[in-house]
Structures are given as C-alpha cells and as structure tokens.
C-alpha cells in the first residue's frame, strides 16, 4: 500500500512530467539496469575473495535495484515513501556506510558490527512506525529516517576521504555518492514533514530527483570499482 494515495495525472505521478512520464521512466531504468549490474558484480567478488565490503555493497546494489523497480511499475513517486521502499532505503544507505567502514577501519571490527546492527534495528523500527497507526505526531518517522540516514550519509562522505593517499581524487566519487544520497532523504524528508506541500515545491522537487537519484546511483557505482583500495574485477576489464 502507497503512503500516499494521489490520483491520476497529479503531481505526484510520473505522468505529470514531460506530457507522459517516459523520461523519468528512462532515467529510474537507467538506474536499475546499472544496480543490478554492480550488485551482481559485487556478490560474485564477495564470493571470490571474501571482502566484507563487496557484500554489503552487493546487497545495498540489489536493495536499489528492488526499490527503483517498484517505484516504475508503481509510476508514482509517492512510492518511495511508503513502509517498506522506506525500509530497503535505510538498509541500502545504511550497508554502504557499513561496508566503507568495516574496509577502512578494520581494526575496530566491534564498532563496525555495532554499527551494523544499529542499521538493521533501525530500519526495522522506520518499517514499524511507517505501518502502525499509533496516533503519534507525524514528525516522529522523518526523525528516525533521518537519525538513520545522516549518520550513514556522513560516514559515506568522510571515510573515503581517509583513503585519498591511496585511492587519489577517485575516493572523492564516493564521498559525493554520500552527498547526493543526503540530497535525496533530504528532499524525502521535507516533504514528509509537512515542510514543503505546495504543488509547486513538489513540481520541483519531483522534476529533479530522479536525475539526483540516477547520479548518487553513478557515484555509489564509480566509488565502488575504481579505487584501488576496495575495487573489484570486472571479466575483460582492466584500470590502471
């Protein structure tokens, strides 16, 4: 069930766009073909060589892959808000944080599984208040997404920039995935607090998402297998 019931041709819709929605469409497959690509990739990886890292990105890839399908076939963007498209979401930004850390940090192997189960909790909790029907303040699940997504999105943005000396300006791909990701939740997360309704503001908002959304999708896929220090093979690919 949709959070948000909008009816046809609203601006919720991808309809409303460009006459028919097809470009928005075009883009979100963009973004799907290339997540389940690297999540394929990724998996394979984890399975040859056994980096913790590949495993949770591979499983974060496959999460983006599942949410983007959903939100075409669905073609609203009302979608992405509801219970558990919000769940895969955490989980998503939340394993690609887990994975950058337990590769950059291995030597605090407690914290990273700490931080771990912190990400799966929580997004359990977000699945919870998304579907119970408490009578709690609206306000109370965008804190919780958030209390989730903005330590997730800094961990992304600051620990790449520990590996510069080792990665070079590539790391930076990664921190920007993490930037662009924070964008996302947070156009996400105004609209769901109530800050932002008019139509307007979602006739903007919706008309740049899904290229914000395709270009974090870019980013997590670059900062993933260019890097020297967590890269990946690709059969008949090679970088220097």
Known sequence: MVLFQPSASTVWDFS??????????IVFWITAIIAIVFALFLLSSYLNERKPAHFYWGISFALLWINTHVAIFSGTFATFLDQVPSVLSALMVGLFAVGLFKNVKPEKEKMGNYLLYYVIVMS?????????YLGLPTYIT????MALHVPSAILIIWL????REENGKSALIMSLAGILMSLVGLLLALTTLGIFT?????????????????????????GTFVPKRWNFAIPGIELE
Do not use: C, D, N, R
């Open 142 to 145: 965008p804190i919780l997404v």
């Open 124 to 132: 359990l909790v977000i699945g919870f208040f998304k579907g119970a």
């Open 16 to 25: 409303w766009y460009f006459g028919s929605g097809k470009p928005f469409e």
């Open 160 to 163: 790449p920039l520990q590996t």
């Open 198 to 222: 008019t139509e307007a503001w979602l006739e903007l908002l919706f008309t740049v998402f899904p290229f914000v959304y395709l270009l974090a999708g870019l980013s997590f896929a670059w």
